[in-house]
């Protein structure tokens, strides 16, 4: 055999085949698609195409499909509601799994606890926690992820965090070992959740404690206002930098007169200068480029190495 037919046979992932392998490991009740645009599915309106795009009907479905990626060592990525992430242009070379199915998006409320999928969305569980009359998860209100992917990033606001309110986590390992953790045990710290690099999350239980509907909705709106008027309503990623301990990144962007800054179709926002929007036609490599740019004056003009909050991914 040639270094060249060596190469051909490595077990590389080809879009058809591997959808194909897939579809037989799963029921049919799973969504497998090839070619899915992920521009789509992100908040930041860019990037290319998933090779192949999963969502998973069950936990058994979505064992078999990541020991299918574990065995023939595809690539893969577990995507949310996409408003943390960053897409390269080329798209993504693997499989892209979405817990979207409506197995794993339920929000079911027991006393003071909500039990809720990794797919339900942040916005759903603060309106069914007032619905409950629930405090201490109204920041989760103006957050426009997926519960899964606020626990992978540990994601928050208004001075609160996902972890904080969350008792329980289940798991599943990337071989597909499914496990229920309290959250205490989670390596959180902020804007990331260690353990989650190399796990799943499937779900979690949140708890409130008995409050006010009223107090709890004046609260909400609070937020929401804070929110719109200190935020920009255009596509965008939210905070593309962590917060460096000395002082805020929107603040320091400011401060360095970057509002405003272009490349193409991103724009360093006149609003919050912790954002980059999507002004129209932007692609992922204009985003990236004035990432680069904002890193580079930030980091000749105080020193400071500003940390990207999004997560980026693909070619
Ligand atoms: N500021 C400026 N100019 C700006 C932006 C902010 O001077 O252009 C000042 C503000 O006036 C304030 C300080 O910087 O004194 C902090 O700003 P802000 O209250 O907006 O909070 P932040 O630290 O920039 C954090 C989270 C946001 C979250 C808000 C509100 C991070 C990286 N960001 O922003 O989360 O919505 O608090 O609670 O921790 C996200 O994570 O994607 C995100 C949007």
Redesign the pocket.
């Known amino acids: 055999m040639t270094r060249q037919d060596a190469i051909l046979e490595k077990p590389e992932l080809s879009q058809a085949g591997a959808a194909d392998v897939l579809a037989q490991r799963v029921s049919p009740a799973t969504v497998i698609r090839r070619d899915e645009p992920l521009a789509k599915h992100t908040t930041l309106r860019v990037g290319g195409p998933a090779q192949v795009y999963v969502e998973p009907a069950s936990e058994p479905d979505l064992a078999a499909v990541l020991a299918s990626c574990q065995e023939r060592g595809w690539r893969f990525f577990v995507l949310g509601r996409g408003s943390?992430l960053l897409v390269k242009d080329g798209g993504f070379p693997g499989v892209v799994i979405c817990l979207a199915h409506a197995h794993f998006s339920r929000i079911e409320v027991a006393g003071e606890r909500l039990n809720c999928g990794a797919g339900g969305k942040l916005k759903a569980v603060a309106v069914e926690a007032k619905r409950n009359s629930l405090a201490g998860l109204e920041f989760l209100e103006?957050i426009p992820g997926s519960v899964g992917g606020a626990l992978r990033m540990n994601?928050?606001?208004?001075?609160c965090a996902m972890l904080d309110v969350v008792e329980s986590v289940r798991l599943m390992s990337f071989d597909g070992e499914v496990q229920e953790r309290p959250a205490r045990e989670l390596a959180a710290t902020y804007?990331n959740c260690q353990t989650l690099r190399t796990h799943l999350a499937l779900g979690a239980v949140l708890r409130g404690q008995p409050g006010s509907r009223e107090i709890i909705e004046q609260r909400m709106n609070e937020y929401s206002r804070?929110?719109w008027t200190?935020?920009p309503a255009a596509p965008s990623a939210?905070?593309i930098?962590?917060?460096p301990p000395a002082i805020?990144?929107?603040?320091l962007?400011?401060?360095l007169g970057l509002?405003g800054t272009r490349v193409g179709g991103a724009v360093v926002s006149a609003?919050?200068?912790?954002f980059i929007v999507n002004s129209g036609a932007a692609t992922a490599r204009d985003i990236l480029d004035l990432i680069e740019i904002v890193r580079q004056r930030v980091r000749a003009t105080c020193g400071i190495e500003l940390e990207t909050?999004v997560e980026i991914v693909g070619e």
């Open positions: 943390n103006g994601a928050g606001a208004m001075g804007r804070k929110r200190s935020q939210g905070c930098f962590k917060n805020p990144a929107g603040k962007i400011d401060e509002k609003e919050h200068g912790n909050e």
